[in-house]
């Protein structure tokens, strides 16, 4: 499968612990985009890198959140000290260079539950 | 800011009826616009895109848009739906290099 992936699929955490997720994305694609997606709504932006350069944060992404594309391919997001708001489910897509750039193809996924 | 209002958050239909999902976003300048789509199960895919030119577009499984500048309209449509229709479609705009979705809008099909 040559598309965006995402692990793990699913994360289970109590309140105040930290998790990481971590996005493969597609093969060549430079720029890599985090979102979040909560029950009943569209998928909210919250950070971008184009290669290794983080180019723009959400509000949404609070000081608790950190998001890493160290060597320009797969990326990590971390949250610091969870929070139940902090359920949702955690997107990441990537896009190829040139004109249609922004055409972004999507990853399945990481459904966070925090108890 | 930007936003992306859909109308209908829930749709009901039987097969081989006609569809019109409603689209309006708010942003003056120049944007590029999207239909997202989601099947249950599976992950967000690309439906159909707008970037310039002809602003009636046609996308995968028989779906088009209309672009209509002077209302900020972007509304998808299919003049005849299938069961595997079935799923949650987000309209979206992008004016720079992030997305901004609307809410959502789920169809349901009844065979």
């Known amino acids: 499968d040559t598309g965006v992936s995402q692990n793990p699929r699913h994360k289970i955490t109590k309140r105040g612990q930290n998790v990481t997720f971590r996005c493969d994305p597609i093969?060549?694609?430079?720029?890599l985009y985090w979102y979040r997606q909560t029950l009943g709504q569209g998928p909210e932006f919250l950070t971008y890198f184009q290669n290794e350069a983080q180019l723009e944060k959400s509000r949404l992404l609070s000081d608790r959140f950190s998001a890493e594309r160290p060597k320009g391919s797969f990326s990590t997001l971390e949250i610091q000290r969870t929070e139940q708001g902090d359920s949702a489910m955690y997107l990441c897509?990537?896009?190829?260079?040139?004109?249609?750039?922004?055409?972004?193809?999507f990853g399945p996924g990481t459904r966070l539950t925090v108890l | 800011a930007q936003s992306v209002s859909q109308h209908n958050h829930h749709v009901i239909l039987s097969e081989a009826a006609s569809l019109e999902l409603g689209c309006n976003y708010s942003?003056?300048?120049?944007?590029?616009l999207f239909w997202y789509v989601q099947y249950p199960g599976q992950h967000l895919q690309l439906l159909l895109k707008y970037f310039s030119g002809d602003p009636l577009v046609k996308g995968i499984k028989g779906f088009e848009a209309e672009f209509i500048k002077s209302k900020f309209s972007f509304n998808l449509r299919k003049p005849s739906v299938q069961w595997s229709d079935t799923a949650e479609y987000f309209c979206a705009v992008s004016p720079d290099d992030k997305i901004i979705f609307g809410k959502g809008t789920r169809l349901h099909i009844l065979p």
């Open positions: 897509a990537s896009s190829p260079p040139g004109y249609s750039y922004n055409e972004q193809f």
């Open positions: 093969s060549e694609h430079n720029r």
């Open positions: 942003y003056g300048g120049t944007v590029n």
